[in-house]
């Protein structure tokens, strides 16, 4: 459906295209029916679960394990994503819950469950899902690995020479490393670390007849999967399995009659008393140490030929019956990436390699001075497509060498171990410019990287702030303090995504560049207030999060529903959760406004339902691109009511409680016709999608949009980029 009536030259491309792959080798041919998620979700309520659906889109993901039309490898390597998402969500989500029932708290969400209501459910949904993926690895990825002369084979089916070869690297390498631990009254039960993979044993004392148990951690020190010589294949041995078939070695003179694997997750969620804290960074840094010993919460096991081993692993551990996760075929599939990373491109997605954006594409080979192309005009780049490197990076790195700039600004919530704008700002801090980074210590999995980054940061000089007092910093923004003689000018960047040049190959985003003032005197304010002290600012170009976003979010809204019938609201993010929002969109859908939202995580929103969102629909696209940017749009947002015009957002935010209300979020509107018809061509490409989009109903079930031309939107963005490039 056309939806914004922008650009159609996007078509010209879709029709024109040549494959990215090779049609004959079957990778871009379809599902033969329909491909279908069972509803997570039978609550009456107007609002889903926002949990049940969570694993809604992991079960989307794990879908592409499954899809014939991926190539092999990414189908391993989704295995592995599915897996480390739902360790995660354990982690955190269910770790909650699970306080929630343990604090006896009877509070209901707004689908109406109680958290003990919420952790059945979701314990039911995950064993069907958890299912489906010893399934899909079993009789669909592990046979076609082996067809390819990959895959992982046991240990007692090796012939002589392989067994010599591995009784040997065991013998050598990882028998030294080992530490049996005897379970009895004078050995207690160890400890047993987060996600850690582990081998219980059940042993009997041939002289004394007497059963008794010992614990052995995998060690992480080898490779999970260790590869067996040989030319035309490549064949691994699962570390575990090698151990367990040498477990005689380290029990000698015992009866092993039973051996068990199991895995442990634990609460990871961290709890912060930021408004006692002196120092915030100290106070990160003893809660990274209590999180290893967080409560467990999930048992996941191999298949126990008696239980004893298990009854005791549940004693010991404080676990349920209902915390017992067992794993038929592979336990812990996210160590499944070093088959995915095997050197065999024919099983993998098309290389792809960001191109520069045009606006600073290399002029004779000299490089383009980004300060001037910036004072020309404004430019939208959207990575992968467009490269983070070439862009944002260059920006920074030209900063950091020119000597006309007297001070770098930004916010930093996550980057890479190797960071070159990390190195960038050393360079500007020690040629003496004024460099000012806030820091976001909290950021869920990254609080030690991010101290780190820190401290590396304070040697060189960098003025580093930790955020603020009962908020986390969450915004993507940069500014340069630039001395072009007559006046200082302020470049700027305000993204969707991270600082982060490696998944910036990885995730969609967007990334506004810019050097106009109004944008500069925005991002001036927020930085002082955020670094220093401030109440009641104002802003131009930004909406910001937690003052200004929700009221804006809801003005634009509510005046979209003022046009009944010839409304017009698109927004695509990862999370719709919030019920305010979600209430507002209820009632413009009532008005007559048409509704489309690209969510393509969570949403709590329930599209189609009579009384509430007859004109709403809802997709969410995954494939190879992670979908991460944050865009809204409102055909009647901008002007007043007569001479209304549309109104365009980019920014951080998704639609949840935590990002309106608890974080400092940053939303900037996109100016000029030529920006805004590239969000244009971006949202219709996305809305046309008829492979990689699934369609939300009304039930809480998704089905896949198969049909029509079968458009794949990552394919054609890359098309975009490509025909963009050549011109």
């Known amino acids: 459906m056309k939806v914004m009536g922008g650009s159609a030259d996007w078509k010209d491309v879709f029709a024109s295209r040549q494959p990215l792959v090779d049609d004959s080798t079957g990778m871009l041919s379809m599902f033969d029916d329909e491909a279908v998620i069972p509803a997570f979700d039978d609550n009456i309520s107007p609002y889903l679960n926002r949990e049940l659906s ?25 295995l592995s994503i599915y897996s480390s998402n739902l360790d995660e969500f354990f982690q955190v989500r269910v770790a909650g819950l699970k306080d929630q029932v343990a604090g006896e708290l009877e509070m209901r969400g707004p689908d109406g469950r109680t958290a003990a209501e919420q952790v059945d459910a979701v314990a039911a949904n995950v064993r069907r899902l958890n299912a489906d993926k010893q399934r899909i690895f079993t009789d669909l990825v592990t046979p076609e ?6 895959g992982i084979v046991r240990y007692e ?26 379970i009895d009254p004078g050995h207690p039960f160890p400890y047993i670390s987060d996600l850690s993979l582990n081998l219980a044993v059940a042993l009997r004392d041939p002289d004394t007849g007497r059963q008794l148990f010992a614990r052995l951690k995998i060690p992480t020190t080898f490779p999970r999967l260790i590869e067996l010589p040989g ?16 477990l005689h070695n380290l029990f000698t003179g015992m009866t092993i009659e039973n051996s068990l694997f199991f895995r442990v997750t634990r609460n990871a969620d961290l709890t912060y008393e930021e408004e006692v804290a002196d120092d915030l960074l100290f106070a990160v840094e003893m809660e990274l140490r209590r999180r290893r010993f967080g409560r467990a919460i999930r048992l996941e096991v191999s298949p126990d030929s ?3 081993i298990l009854g005791l692993l549940l004693e010991e551990l404080d676990l349920e019956t209902e915390d017992v996760y067992v794993e038929t075929a592979l336990l812990d599939m996210t160590g499944l990436g070093v088959i995915a990373d095997v050197d065999r491109s024919d099983l993998r997605y098309p290389k792809w390699s960001p191109v520069t954006p045009t606006a600073f594409r290399p002029v004779d080979d000299e490089r383009v001075d980004l300060f001037s192309r910036l004072r020309n005009g404004d430019v939208l780049v959207h990575h992968p497509y467009e490269s983070f490197t070439d862009s944002v990076g260059e920006l920074i790195h030209q900063s950091s060498i020119d000597s006309n700039v007297l001070a770098i600004k930004m916010t930093l919530y996550r980057t890479s171990g190797d960071s070159p704008i990390i190195d960038s700002l050393v360079r500007a801090a020690e040629s003496g410019k004024q460099v000012a980074v806030l820091i976001e210590l909290k950021a869920r999995f990254d609080e030690k990287a991010n101290i780190g980054w820190a401290r590396r940061l304070e040697q060189a000089g960098v003025h580093v702030a930790y955020g603020l007092i009962g908020l986390k910093i969450h915004s993507k923004t940069i500014m340069i303090v630039r001395d072009e003689g007559r006046q200082i000018r302020r470049y700027c960047h305000i993204g969707t995504g991270n600082y982060n040049h490696r998944t910036a190959r ?5 990334g506004l560049l810019t050097a106009d003032q109004k944008v500069g005197n925005d991002l001036a304010n927020l930085f002082n207030q955020l670094t220093g002290y401030g109440r009641q600012v104002t802003y131009d170009r930004l909406l910001v999060a937690p003052d200004q976003l929700r009221p804006a979010l809801s003005d634009l809204i509510d005046r979209e529903a003022q046009f009944e019938t010839e409304g017009r609201i698109v927004m695509k ?27 393509r995580g969570i949403c709590g929103l329930r599209p189609g339902l009579d009384g509430y969102s007859q004109n709403i629909r809802v997709r969410s696209l995954v ?14 947002g901008g002007g007043k009511m007569k001479a209304a015009r549309p109104a365009y957002f980019i920014g951080s935010a998704d639609m949840m409680p935590r990002n309106l209300d608890r974080r400092v979020e940053v939303l900037t509107s996109i100016k000029g016709p030529a920006l805004q018809a590239k969000i244009d061509v971006m949202l219709d490409i996305l809305l046309d999608d008829e492979q990689l989009a699934w369609r939300l109903h009304s039930d809480g079930h998704w089905t896949r949009q198969l049909g029509g031309t079968g458009s794949n939107a990552h394919e054609l963005f890359q098309h975009l980029a490509l025909a963009e490039r050549s011109r």
């Open 306 to 308: 008696d239980g004893l």
């Open 231 to 246: 030319r035309d294949a490549k064949r691994f041995v699962l570390i575990e399995d090698l151990i367990e078939n040498h």
């Open 157 to 182: 089916t090796l012939g002589a020479p392989d067994r010599e070869y591995l009784t040997d690297f065991f013998q050598t390498r990882i028998f030294p490393v080992l530490t049996p631990l005897a």
């Open 573 to 599: 993010m990862n999370s719709l959760v919030d019920p305010d929002i979600i209430d507002q969109l209820y009632k413009a859908s009532e008005a007559g406004v048409q509704v489309d939202l690209i969510v």
């Open 623 to 636: 494939g190879r691109f992670l979908e991460h940017s944050r865009v809204s749009y409102f055909a009647h």
């Open 506 to 510: 990885l995730y969609e985003d967007l």
């Open 54 to 78: 969570w694993l809604a889109f992991n079960a989307r993901v794990l879908s592409l394990a499954g899809d014939p039309s991926v190539p092999l490898l990414e189908r391993v390597r989704f």
């Open 145 to 150: 690995l082996h067809q390819n002369g990959i």
